[in-house]
C-alpha cells in the first residue's frame, strides 16, 4: 500500500494544474487515498478548527482575554469612549468594553450545530477543491456556507446576552452621559448588529488560523488520516 501511495504522489509531483485535477477526477473509489477519504480528510480539518479554536472563544474571556481577538468598540463609540475618560469614567468604559465582548462570547456556543451541518454536506468536488487550494480555502467553504445562517443565530443570542449581562443598560447609561454634554454630536449605534458582525469575523479568523496551522505542520494533523491527504496538498505546493 504504502509503494502505491508513494507511486500516486510522485505522479501528483510531476503533474501541472490541469493534470491534476485530471488525476484526481480519474482515482477509482478503492483508489490509495479515496474520494471519501480526501473528504473525510478535510471534514476532519474543519472540525479540528471548531473543536480546538471556536470552542475557545466561546469560554468567559474567549474575546475579551485575547487582544487578538477583543472586539474593540465601533467608531462612532470611540469618541464616547474618550470623552467619558477625559471626565473621569474610565471604570464605567471599561466594563461597557467588557459586555460587548461577554454578548458574543455567549453567542459563539451556538455555532457548533450549524457547523456541523455544512461540514457534513461537504462534496467530494467541494473537498478537492479546498484540499489543492489557497490556505484559507477551507474557512472561506465554511464561511460561504455559514455566515447568513450563523447571523440570523447569533443576533438574538447577542441582545438576550446585552440584557443578561447588562450591557444594555450599562450602554444606555454610557450614551445617555455623552449624549448629555454639551456641543457634542449625539449618537445612537446598532450594538447588537455590530458585535454580531464581529463575533462572525472572530469565528472565521480562528478558523482560518487553525486551517493553516494543518497546512503548514504535519504534526497538526491529529489522524493518519488526515496525515496522508494533506501529504497531496504538499507535494503539491512543496510544502509544508
Known sequence: MFKRIAITVLALALAGCGELQQVLDQWPAGGPVSQEQIAAALQEALDQGIDRQVVKLGAENGFFGNPDYRILLPEPLRKVDRTLRDIGLDDLADEGLKLLNRAAEDAVGTATPIFVDAVKQMTFTDARNILMGPDSAATTYLQDKTQQALYTRFLPVIE?????????????????????????????????????????????????????????????????????????????????
Not at 170 to 183: A, F, K
Open 160 to 240: 438576550t446576552s446585552f440584557q443578561k449581562v447588562g450591557a444594555d443598560q450599562v450602554w444606555e447609561n454610557l450614551i445617555g452621559r455623552y449624549n448629555r454634554i454639551p456641543l457634542v454630536q449625539p449618537v445612537n449605534p446598532d450594538l447588537s448588529d455590530y458585535v454580531t458582525g464581529e463575533a462572525l469575523k472572530g469565528v472565521y479568523r480562528a478558523i482560518g488560523q487553525e486551517e493553516v496551522r494543518i497546512r503548514k505542520n504535519i504534526g497538526a494533523r491529529s489522524s493518519d488520516l488526515m496525515r496522508r491527504v494533506f501529504a497531496l496538498q504538499d507535494t503539491y505546493t512543496g510544502g509544508p
